[in-house]
């Protein structure tokens, strides 16, 4: 199955049955956002064939380092 042009998010059952959670999200700042860790937790629980759960505690703290280079430190 070939997912939508635009999809950020797909799921798949492989040949011998496995499961497969895809999701182009991901940047560092993305990571911060509750609704993006909710998309990830439930992916990971359906992925591993565990039952998704309904109670969410709320923001999991990410502390990712991430630099963005300006222009000017690049030297362009």
């Keep these: 199955m070939v997912p939508a042009p635009n999809a950020v998010t797909w799921?798949?059952?492989t040949e011998t049955g496995g499961r497969v959670f895809t999701t182009t999200?991901?940047?560092?700042e993305d990571l911060q956002v509750e609704?993006?860790?909710?998309?990830?937790?439930?992916?990971?629980?359906?992925?591993?064939?565990?039952?998704?759960?309904?109670?969410?505690?709320?923001?999991?703290?990410?502390?990712?380092?991430?630099?963005?280079?300006?222009e000017a430190e690049r030297g362009e």
């Design 35 to 70: 609704s993006l860790q909710r998309l990830i937790i439930n992916g990971i629980h359906w992925a591993i064939g565990k039952e998704v759960p309904l109670q969410w505690a709320g923001s999991l703290p990410i502390d990712v380092p991430y630099k963005q280079e300006d």
């Design 25 to 28: 999200m991901g940047h560092p």
């Design 11 to 13: 799921t798949r059952h």
